[in-house]
């Protein structure tokens, strides 16, 4: 029978506790309505049809979501984003990781079969044009958090199963930018009540 180490979880080291720090834009509906807030709100309501036409369904979900002001939370199928490559790049460097740091401390012991809690800590992943127009549009970068066991067996062979955790503050931070335009006109949207910021979660299991 394996035995089971219980100090600090593998992989720990680098992550944060929390998903993400809290945002800076004003509070929802914190600020007067301008009359060019009208406009971006009207630019805003065309793009989800337009993306909708051009197959960015998460994109065209994300924002109607944002226009219908109501700030409840969106769950999304955390497997499809853990199939993008960047996405599951970014998962097997933490699984990799584990692997080697299991292997260290079975190999300081007394090499019987042995399970090692993991926990990647809360990181960020960038989402590219490049990797998914479609996603880019929907959350452009999220964080991810890895949570599970390492098994070694007597011979140093490993198992993992772990849990893929996502978490994203959907806003437009006041003074970022994207391709050079602006994300304050849009950031005004929630703190005018005009829209409303969300939160975006999911997650997916897998064994490797």
């Known amino acids: 029978m394996g035995q089971t180490d219980l100090t600090r979880p593998l992989g720990?080291?680098?992550g944060w506790a929390d998903?993400?720090?809290p945002c800076r834009n004003a509070a929802f509906a914190e600020l007067?309505?301008?009359p060019y807030d009208f406009l971006t709100l009207a630019l805003c309501r065309v793009l989800p049809?337009?993306?909708?036409?051009?197959?960015l369904r998460h994109a065209a979900g994300m924002m109607r979501h944002y226009l219908r002001a109501d700030g409840t939370p969106v769950r999304i199928d955390?497997?499809?984003?853990?199939?993008?490559?960047?996405v599951r790049a970014a998962a097997d460097e933490q699984l990799a990781r584990w692997r080697a740091e299991a292997?260290?401390?079975w190999r300081a012991g007394p090499r019987a079969p042995a399970a090692y809690p993991a926990d990647s800590g809360w990181r960020d992943v960038v989402i590219t044009r490049r990797?998914?127009?479609?996603?880019?549009?929907?959350l452009r970068c999220a964080e991810?958090?890895?949570?599970?066991?390492?098994r070694v067996d007597g011979d140093g062979a490993t198992a993992v199963d772990y849990r893929f955790a996502l978490h994203k503050g959907w806003n437009f931070d006041r003074g970022g930018s994207e391709l050079g335009i602006p994300f304050t006109p849009f950031a005004r949207l929630h703190e005018t009540g005009l829209a409303r910021e969300f939160t975006v979660t999911g997650e997916a299991f897998g064994h490797a």
């Open 131 to 138: 990797v998914s127009a479609d996603w880019w549009l929907a």
């Open 103 to 105: 292997l260290d401390r």
């Open 78 to 86: 955390a497997e499809e984003l853990l199939a993008l490559p960047a």
């Open 19 to 21: 998903a993400e720090p």
């Open 12 to 14: 720990r080291d680098g």
């Open 49 to 55: 049809p337009l993306w909708s036409l051009c197959r």
């Open 144 to 150: 991810f958090r890895l949570t599970g066991t390492v």
């Open 32 to 34: 007067p309505v301008r």
